[in-house]
């Protein structure tokens, strides 16, 4: 059974940076497309950034030149790299992977972005 388990999330100021991480585990981590989601208050939960197996990456219009998704599949792990941060973004962010029919969800780690 495979688990996926984000952390990096926190409050930070506007304008700053968080690196969030998801570390999985009981899966072939290189076979699975991965993404990062966010759900804000009242919001349906949303597409962030995919990265596929090869390593190709898609991004919403709305984060497109201040988030970055990367993997390791050395070390399982995908990671999003997020700048210039803005109020906007806050939301519960959530570590997501797919291979054919097989799908896993993170837990979540929450972003706050407030001065």
């Known amino acids: 059974q495979g688990r996926l388990v984000e952390s990096g999330g926190g409050l930070v100021q506007p304008g700053g940076s968080l690196r969030l991480s998801c570390a999985a585990s009981?899966?072939?981590?290189?076979?699975?497309?991965m993404a990062w989601y966010r759900q804000a208050p009242g919001k349906q939960r949303e597409l962030v950034a995919g990265?596929?197996?090869?390593?190709?990456?898609n991004y919403a219009d709305s984060v497109k030149g201040r988030f970055s998704i990367s993997r390791d599949n050395a070390k399982k792990t995908m990671y999003l790299q997020m700048n210039s941060l803005e109020p906007e973004d806050t939301a519960v962010y959530y570590c997501?992977?797919?291979?054919?029919?097989?799908?896993?969800w993170g837990q979540g780690t929450q972003v706050t972005v407030s001065s």
């Open positions: 997501y992977a797919k291979f054919r029919e097989i799908a896993y």
């Open positions: 009981g899966l072939v981590f290189g076979m699975y497309a």
């Open positions: 990265i596929n197996s090869g390593g190709a990456t």
